[in-house]
Protein backbone atom coordinates (compact mmCIF):
# COMPACT_ATOMS: atom_id res chain seq x y z
CA UNK A 1 0.00 0.00 0.00
CA UNK A 2 1.36 3.29 -0.70
CA UNK A 3 2.40 6.07 1.68
CA UNK A 4 -0.71 8.53 0.05
CA UNK A 5 -2.74 5.71 0.53
CA UNK A 6 -2.53 5.33 4.13
CA UNK A 7 -1.63 8.90 4.92
CA UNK A 8 -5.33 9.37 3.39
CA UNK A 9 -6.49 6.21 5.48
CA UNK A 10 -5.27 8.06 8.62
CA UNK A 11 -6.76 10.99 7.89
CA UNK A 12 -10.27 9.62 7.48
CA UNK A 13 -10.09 7.40 10.85
CA UNK A 14 -8.91 10.63 12.58
CA UNK A 15 -11.91 12.39 10.99
CA UNK A 16 -14.50 9.06 11.90
CA UNK A 17 -12.81 9.12 15.89
CA UNK A 18 -13.06 12.50 16.69
CA UNK A 19 -16.53 13.50 15.56
CA UNK A 20 -19.92 12.36 16.25
CA UNK A 21 -19.66 9.80 13.43
CA UNK A 22 -19.01 7.37 16.01
CA UNK A 23 -19.75 9.21 19.10
CA UNK A 24 -22.98 8.86 21.02
CA UNK A 25 -24.79 12.08 21.38
CA UNK A 26 -26.57 11.68 24.54
CA UNK A 27 -29.82 12.46 24.87
CA UNK A 28 -30.82 16.35 25.99
CA UNK A 29 -27.18 16.92 24.96
CA UNK A 30 -25.23 18.61 22.19
CA UNK A 31 -27.20 20.40 18.60
CA UNK A 32 -28.41 18.37 16.28
CA UNK A 33 -26.92 21.25 13.85
CA UNK A 34 -23.30 20.32 15.02
CA UNK A 35 -23.73 16.52 14.31
CA UNK A 36 -25.21 17.20 11.09
CA UNK A 37 -22.17 19.75 10.33
CA UNK A 38 -19.96 17.13 11.31
CA UNK A 39 -21.51 14.73 9.25
CA UNK A 40 -21.07 17.67 6.35
CA UNK A 41 -17.78 17.46 7.29
CA UNK A 42 -16.75 13.80 7.44
CA UNK A 43 -18.65 13.60 3.86
CA UNK A 44 -16.81 15.99 2.26
CA UNK A 45 -13.62 14.49 3.36
CA UNK A 46 -14.45 11.36 1.88
CA UNK A 47 -15.33 12.74 -1.21
CA UNK A 48 -11.86 14.36 -1.31
CA UNK A 49 -10.24 10.86 -0.27
CA UNK A 50 -12.28 9.22 -3.33
CA UNK A 51 -10.76 12.08 -5.73
CA UNK A 52 -7.45 11.75 -4.66
CA UNK A 53 -7.08 8.06 -4.34
CA UNK A 54 -10.04 6.71 -6.32
CA UNK A 55 -8.54 7.39 -9.93
CA UNK A 56 -5.41 5.60 -8.83
CA UNK A 57 -6.14 2.11 -8.29
CA UNK A 58 -10.30 1.07 -8.80
CA UNK A 59 -9.42 -2.10 -6.11
CA UNK A 60 -7.57 0.62 -3.30
CA UNK A 61 -9.15 -0.41 -0.55
CA UNK A 62 -9.23 3.10 1.26
CA UNK A 63 -11.04 4.42 -1.81
CA UNK A 64 -13.86 1.82 -1.28
CA UNK A 65 -13.78 2.66 2.12
CA UNK A 66 -14.04 6.25 1.26
CA UNK A 67 -16.57 5.70 -1.07
CA UNK A 68 -19.02 3.48 1.76
CA UNK A 69 -18.48 6.27 3.95
CA UNK A 70 -19.95 8.52 1.06
CA UNK A 71 -22.63 6.13 0.28
CA UNK A 72 -23.98 5.78 4.02
CA UNK A 73 -23.72 9.46 4.24
CA UNK A 74 -25.41 10.94 1.67
CA UNK A 75 -28.87 9.31 2.17
CA UNK A 76 -28.99 10.54 5.88
CA UNK A 77 -27.65 13.71 5.08
CA UNK A 78 -29.91 14.14 2.08
CA UNK A 79 -32.83 13.50 4.28
CA UNK A 80 -31.69 15.68 7.60
CA UNK A 81 -29.85 18.18 6.95
CA UNK A 82 -32.45 20.36 5.14
CA UNK A 83 -35.10 19.26 7.27
CA UNK A 84 -33.25 20.44 9.96
CA UNK A 85 -31.99 23.81 8.31
CA UNK A 86 -35.55 24.61 7.66
CA UNK A 87 -36.84 24.23 11.65
CA UNK A 88 -34.03 26.26 12.31
CA UNK A 89 -34.74 28.91 9.93
CA UNK A 90 -37.69 29.15 12.12
CA UNK A 91 -35.78 30.64 15.53
CA UNK A 92 -37.69 33.21 17.09
CA UNK A 93 -35.79 36.09 18.60
CA UNK A 94 -34.31 35.22 22.07
CA UNK A 95 -35.10 31.52 22.31
CA UNK A 96 -32.39 29.72 22.35
CA UNK A 97 -30.69 26.90 19.73
CA UNK A 98 -30.85 23.70 21.79
CA UNK A 99 -34.31 24.76 22.75
CA UNK A 100 -35.44 25.23 19.39
CA UNK A 101 -33.89 22.23 18.14
CA UNK A 102 -35.30 20.03 21.02
CA UNK A 103 -39.02 22.11 20.62
CA UNK A 104 -38.75 19.97 16.41
CA UNK A 105 -40.89 17.51 16.34
CA UNK A 106 -38.40 15.23 14.37
CA UNK A 107 -35.70 15.77 16.79
CA UNK A 108 -36.24 12.40 18.22
CA UNK A 109 -36.48 10.53 15.63
CA UNK A 110 -33.41 11.98 13.74
CA UNK A 111 -31.56 11.23 16.95
CA UNK A 112 -32.74 7.79 16.91
CA UNK A 113 -31.16 7.61 13.33
CA UNK A 114 -28.00 8.49 14.63
CA UNK A 115 -27.30 5.14 16.35
CA UNK A 116 -27.51 3.09 13.20
CA UNK A 117 -25.74 5.06 11.14
CA UNK A 118 -23.08 5.19 13.73
CA UNK A 119 -22.74 1.21 13.47
CA UNK A 120 -21.83 1.57 10.27
CA UNK A 121 -19.41 4.29 10.31
CA UNK A 122 -17.76 2.01 13.43
CA UNK A 123 -17.20 -0.64 11.23
CA UNK A 124 -15.02 1.91 8.39
CA UNK A 125 -13.06 2.68 11.11
CA UNK A 126 -12.72 -0.48 12.44
CA UNK A 127 -11.24 -0.97 9.17
CA UNK A 128 -9.39 2.33 8.52
CA UNK A 129 -7.43 1.07 12.21
CA UNK A 130 -6.05 -2.24 10.45
CA UNK A 131 -5.20 -0.20 7.33
CA UNK A 132 -3.37 2.42 9.18
CA UNK A 133 -2.09 0.04 12.36
CA UNK A 134 -3.36 3.32 14.81
CA UNK A 135 -5.71 2.75 17.58
CA UNK A 136 -6.94 6.33 17.97
Not at 29 to 38: D, K, M, T, Y
Not at 78 to 97: A, K, N, Y
Request: glycine share 8%.
Amino acid sequence: MSEATIAAAFALQVELSTRIATRPLPEGQGLLSEAIGSLKALFDAARAAIRELGSADRDDEVALLAGKLAETLRPFLTEWQPRLDGHLSTRPPGVGVLTHEQAWEHADALRAELPGLQATLSEVLDRLREVTGSDL
